[in-house]
C-alpha cells in the first residue's frame, strides 16, 4: 500500500470512514516495480519539473493563475480546480484562484462565490485544515447530509464535480489556504508537491503585494500630505478629500464635524450630499443641525485614539436611539467608521465614513493630514478674517483722517501723535493762529500743510516763508512786498507773501530767527490785518490765517529780550507741541517704510523691506534730527543697498555733550549713577513704556521683570522719566 490513498470523507466524529468501495491510488501487483510503473514515475517527474519551472517565473496573482491553468489541465481526470485564500482575520476564506473553464462568468451563484466570504467552519474547510493528509469528499453525499454551511457545494454539483480532493496549502508554520481539486485519484507525492510549489508561490506574491501595499501606502499619504499642505480653502480640502477617498478607499465621505470655539458645539463642516439621493431630505435635516460633544456617538469617536466601526445591528440590540443610528438602519446601512481628527492632543472634530472594512493604516494617516488641514485653513480664515477686520478700520480711519482731517500725508498713528491730530482737528477749521512747536526735523511744516488742507482755506495755495533763510534786509520786502524804486535794485513791484496768502494760509516757519526790527511791523499785520509794501503809500487789507513754527524757546527768548512778548502773546493762540522721533518709537517702523517705498521708486532701486536687525537699530538711536535724520539715514541706505531687502543702517556714534558742548565727563560718577540715568534716558524715549514692542527693556535688550527690579534697586520713579 506503499504511496497511496484511500477514497475517504470525515464522518460527524471526525474519524476517517470508509464511504465507498475502496480504490487505489497506484494499484500494483505486490512489490514488483513494471515498466508502466516507471513510466507513470517519470511522467510525474517531469509533471512536478515543468510545474517547478512555470511556478519559477511566477510574480503575480495572474501569473500564478496561469501556471496552475497550464499545468493542471495536464492532469488525467481534472474536472476543475479552485484555491481558497484565507483571510487576514483568519475566520473566512475567499476565492483566490480558479478554474475559469469550468464556469460561467455571467452565473450568479458564480459571481457570489467569486465575491462571498467563506466561513471556515463551515464543515469542510475546518476539516482540510485541521487534517494532515488530504481528504477526499463525495459532493453529493455531502449535500445529502446537510449538516454544514458550505455555500460552495452547490456551485461544485451543478459544475459537475463528483469527488473534490481537499488539501492545506501551507508554508512553514503559515496556512494559505486550500486547494481544491475535481478528481477521482491522484498520487501522493505529486499532490503534495503540486501543493508545495502552489504555496511558495502564494507566500510570495502575498508578501510582495504587502510589500507593495505598504509602499502605495506611504507613496499615497506622502503625496496627499502634500497637497493638503498646499491648500488653503475649504473648497479645495474637500476636493481633496472627496478625491482620495473615491480613488484609495473607494467610498464617499458622509460628513466632518468641526468644534466651534465653545469647545461644546459640533457643527457641520463638510457634507457630500449626494451620498443618500434617495432619503437627501433626512440626510440633510441631520447633517444640518449642531450638535453636542457630548452626543453619544460622537462622544465614543471623540474618547477613543483610532476610528471607531459602528455595527448597525448592534448599536439597535443595545438599545441606541440615536437619530443617526435610526438614519443608518433605515437606509439599510450595515456599518459606519467615525474617526477622530485631532491636533496634537486638541480634539477638532469628527469624520465619518460608511463603510464595511476600514484600512486603518490608510484612514490613520488621511485623518491626520486632514487636521492639519482643517487646523490651518481655520487658521487662516481667522487671521483673514482679523486681516480683513483690521482693513475695514484702516480704510474707516484713513477715510476719517481724508474727510475729517485731511492728514494723509502724515505717518504715524502712535499715542503722541494722535494728541497732535486732536490739536489740528480742534483748530484746522478755524481761522485762529497755531503755534507749531517741536524739535528740528519734527515735520512742522507738515503739519502746517495739514491744517491748511483741512481748513475752508484749503482752496488756495499755502504760502511758505522761511524766516532763516533770508537776509534780514530782505525780509521784510519778502513779507510785505514793495513798489518798483523802493530801493536800489527794486526794478518792478513786487507782491509781498501776505498779498498772495489772501484768504488763504501763510506758513512763517523758524519765527524766532525773525529780526527784533521786523517783529514789530509783523505785529501790526497781525493785529490790524493791513500792511503796506515798502516804498508804497497804500494800505492793503488782507485776511491771513498765520500759522507759525519755530524749534526755539520762545518764552526764553522772550526773557532773555530777544522776542518781543508782546508777538508772541499774539501767535501763541493755539499752541501744537510735536514730538521728538524717540518719543514716537511705535512710528519709526511705518516712517522708515514709507521712505523705503519713496527713495526705491526716485532712485529707481528694488529695495522693498526692512531687515529686523536694522528696525532694531532705528528703534534704539536717539534721533537728534528727528523725521528729517530718519528719512535722510534711509535714503543714503538704499542707495549702498545691494538687496532688495534694506540690511544695514549706518548710524553716527553720538557723544553725550554738556552744557558747553564738552564731553561730559563720567569718571567722576558712580557705576549706579551711570546706569539709572541711561534707563530714565531710555525711559524717556519710550514715552514711559517699559515692556512690551517698542519698550525700554526691549531697547535696553532685558527682560521686562529685570528692568522693573533694576528701577525699584535704583529708586527711579515715574517722576524721573514721565513726559507729559
Known amino acids: 500500500m506503499k504511496n ?4 475517504l470523507a470525515a464522518g460527524v466524529n471526525n474519524r476517517i470512514r470508509l464511504l465507498e468501495p475502496e480504490r487505489r491510488i497506484f494499484p500494483g501487483p505486490g512489490n514488483e516495480t513494471t515498466n508502466e510503473e516507471i513510466l507513470k514515475r517519470e511522467n510525474e517527474k517531469s509533471f512536478l519539473l515543468d510545474f517547478s519551472n512555470n511556478i519559477a517565473a511566477v510574480r503575480s496573482k495572474a501569473d500564478l ?7 493542471l489541465k495536464k492532469l488525467d481526470g481534472l474536472n476543475g480546480y479552485v484555491i481558497h485564500r484565507i483571510n487576514e482575520e483568519q475566520l473566512t476564506s475567499t476565492t483566490y484562484i480558479y478554474d475559469e473553464s469550468m464556469v460561467t462568468s455571467e452565473d450568479e451563484l458564480v459571481q457570489e462565490m467569486l465575491t462571498a466570504k467563506l466561513p471556515l467552519n463551515d464543515g469542510l474547510q475546518n476539516r482540510v485544515l485541521n487534517s494532515s493528509i488530504p481528504l477526499f469528499f463525495s459532493v453529493n453525499t455531502e449535500i445529502s447530509r446537510g449538516s454544514h454551511t458550505a455555500r460552495y457545494l452547490p456551485l461544485w454539483k451543478k459544475t459537475g464535480f463528483k469527488t473534490v480532493i481537499g488539501t492545506p496549502l501551507r508554508t512553514g508554520n503559515v496556512t494559505l489556504g486550500i486547494l481544491w481539486l475535481g478528481l477521482e485519484e491522484i498520487n501522493m507525492p505529486l499532490l503534495q508537491g503540486i ?4 504555496s511558495i508561490a502564494m507566500y510570495n506574491i502575498i508578501a510582495n503585494e504587502e510589500i507593495l501595499r505598504r509602499e502605495n501606502e506611504q507613496t499615497f499619504l506622502l503625496q496627499f500630505s502634500r497637497d493638503i499642505a498646499a491648500l488653503r480653502s475649504k473648497d479645495d480640502l474637500q476636493l481633496a478629500i472627496s478625491n482620495v477617498l473615491k480613488n484609495v478607499l473607494h467610498i464617499k465621505l458622509a460628513i466632518i464635524r468641526v468644534i466651534e470655539e465653545d469647545g461644546v458645539t459640533l457643527s457641520p463642516y463638510m457634507v457630500d450630499e449626494t451620498l443618500f439621493e434617495k432619503e437627501k431630505s433626512g440626510f440633510t435635516e441631520i447633517a444640518s443641525r449642531n450638535i453636542d460633544i457630548h452626543d453619544v456617538i460622537n462622544a465614543r469617536v471623540l474618547k477613543n485614539e483610532g476610528p471607531v466601526i459602528f455595527n448597525v445591528a448592534e448599536e439597535i440590540a443595545n438599545g441606541n436611539k440615536n437619530p443617526v443610528v435610526l438614519f443608518w438602519k433605515n437606509t439599510g446601512l450595515k456599518n459606519a467608521v467615525g474617526a477622530p481628527l485631532r491636533a496634537g492632543n486638541a480634539n477638532l472634530g469628527t469624520l465619518w465614513l460608511l463603510m464595511d472594512e476600514v484600512n486603518l493604516t490608510i484612514l490613520n ?21 482679523y486681516k480683513q477686520k483690521l482693513e475695514n478700520e484702516n480704510d474707516y480711519l484713513r477715510e476719517q483722517i481724508k474727510t475729517i482731517y485731511n492728514f494723509s500725508e502724515i505717518v504715524g498713528n502712535g499715542i503722541e501723535m494722535q494728541k497732535v491730530y486732536r ?17 528740528t526735523g519734527t ?18 495755495l499755502m504760502v511758505k516763508v522761511n524766516c532763516a533763510a533770508l537776509p534780514a534786509h530782505l525780509i521784510e520786502s519778502e ?19 501776505f498779498e498772495l496768502a489772501n484768504n488763504s494760509t501763510l506758513f512763517l516757519d523758524e519765527i524766532g530767527e525773525m529780526p527784533p526790527e521786523l517783529q514789530v511791523k509783523l505785529l501790526r499785520v497781525l493785529q490790524e490785518r493791513e500792511l503796506e509794501r515798502i516804498g508804497g503809500k497804500n494800505t492793503i487789507r488782507v485776511d491771513v490765517r498765520i500759522i507759525t513754527a519755530t524749534n526755539r524757546n520762545l518764552e526764553a527768548e522772550v526773557q532773555a529780550g530777544r522776542f518781543r512778548s508782546d508777538l508772541y502773546y499774539r501767535l501763541n493762540v493755539f499752541p501744537i507741541h510735536l514730538p521728538p522721533l524717540r518719543h514716537r518709537l511705535e512710528d519709526i517702523e511705518p516712517l522708515a517704510n514709507a521712505f523705503v517705498a519713496r527713495f526705491s521708486k526716485n532712485i529707481g532701486r528694488k529695495v522693498t523691506g526692512i531687515s529686523a536687525k536694522v528696525l532694531k537699530q532705528l528703534k534704539s538711536y536717539d534721533w537728534p534730527g528727528n523725521v528729517r535724520e530718519l528719512e535722510h539715514q534711509i535714503e543714503r541706505g538704499i542707495l549702498l543697498s545691494e538687496d532688495n531687502t534694506l540690511k544695514e543702517i549706518h548710524l553716527p556714534q553720538r557723544r553725550q555733550d554738556g552744557p558747553e558742548g564738552q564731553a561730559t565727563s563720567v569718571s567722576t560718577r558712580t557705576l549706579k549713577q551711570i546706569e539709572r540715568t541711561h534707563i530714565i534716558e531710555v525711559l524717556k524715549r519710550c514715552s514711559g513704556k517699559i515692556s512690551g514692542i517698542g519698550g525700554a527693556a ?10 522693573h527690579s533694576k528701577m525699584k534697586k535704583l529708586k527711579i520713579s515715574k517722576a524721573d522719566y514721565f513726559v507729559n
Open 4 to 7: 497511496t490513498i484511500t477514497v
Open 65 to 71: 493563475a496561469e501556471a496552475v491553468r497550464k499545468s
Open 195 to 198: 501543493c508545495a510549489q502552489i
Open 365 to 385: 494617516g488621511i485623518c491626520a493630514q486632514i487636521s492639519i488641514a482643517i487646523s490651518n485653513i481655520r487658521a487662516n480664515e481667522k487671521v483673514l478674517a
Open 423 to 439: 490739536l489740528m482737528t480742534q483748530v484746522a477749521e478755524s481761522s485762529s493762529t497755531v503755534l507749531l512747536l517741536g524739535e
Open 443 to 460: 515735520g512742522k511744516e507738515l503739519i502746517a500743510r495739514a491744517i491748511h488742507n483741512a481748513s475752508p482755506r484749503k482752496s488756495k
Open 479 to 497: 513779507l510785505f512786498g514793495h513798489e518798483k524804486g523802493a530801493f536800489t535794485g527794486a526794478i518792478d513791484r513786487r507782491i509781498g507773501k
Open 698 to 707: 526691549e531697547i535696553l535688550e532685558i527682560p521686562g521683570t529685570t528692568l
